[in-house]
Nanobody
Framework: QVQLVESGGGLVQPGGSLRLSCAAS????????MGWYRQAPGKQRELVAT???????NYADSVKGRFTISRDNAKNTVYLQMNTLKPEDTAVYYC???????????WGQGTQVTVSS
């Protein structure tokens, strides 16, 4: 069982930056594909970015060039650096861990990001 704990959310003005962190425990972090998803009020949860064990990254079109996902296997942590934030980035951001070829699929509790002036 993998436990995921997100941190780093908050209120930021448009154009600002935030860095989200997700600390994992209870599993072999380095073998999981890690991801960030978000859910805005009244909308479905959507993919933001993923990073594979080999550090191959994938981004939603809406965040390409603004967000960067990274991982530190020594610290069992995945990060999401968010720059040039827009009001439409406002959502609860969730950390996810998936193990390819299995049903292992874990979620954190989420962290609120609000972009507003």
């Amino acid at each position: 069982q993998v436990q995921l704990v997100e941190s780093g959310g908050g209120l930021v003005q448009p154009g600002g930056s935030l860095r989200l962190s997700c600390a994992a425990s209870g599993g072999i972090f380095s073998i999981y594909t890690m991801g960030w998803y978000r859910q805005a009020p009244g909308k479905q949860r959507e993919l933001v970015a993923t990073i594979t064990p080999g550090s191959y990254t994938n981004y939603a079109d809406s965040v390409k060039g603004r967000f960067t996902i990274s991982r530190d296997n020594a610290k069992n942590t995945v990060y999401l650096q968010m720059n040039t934030l827009k009001p439409e980035d406002t959502a609860v951001y969730y950390c996810n861990a998936k193990l390819g070829g299995t049903r292992a699929d874990y979620w954190g509790q989420g962290t609120q990001v609000t972009v507003s002036s």
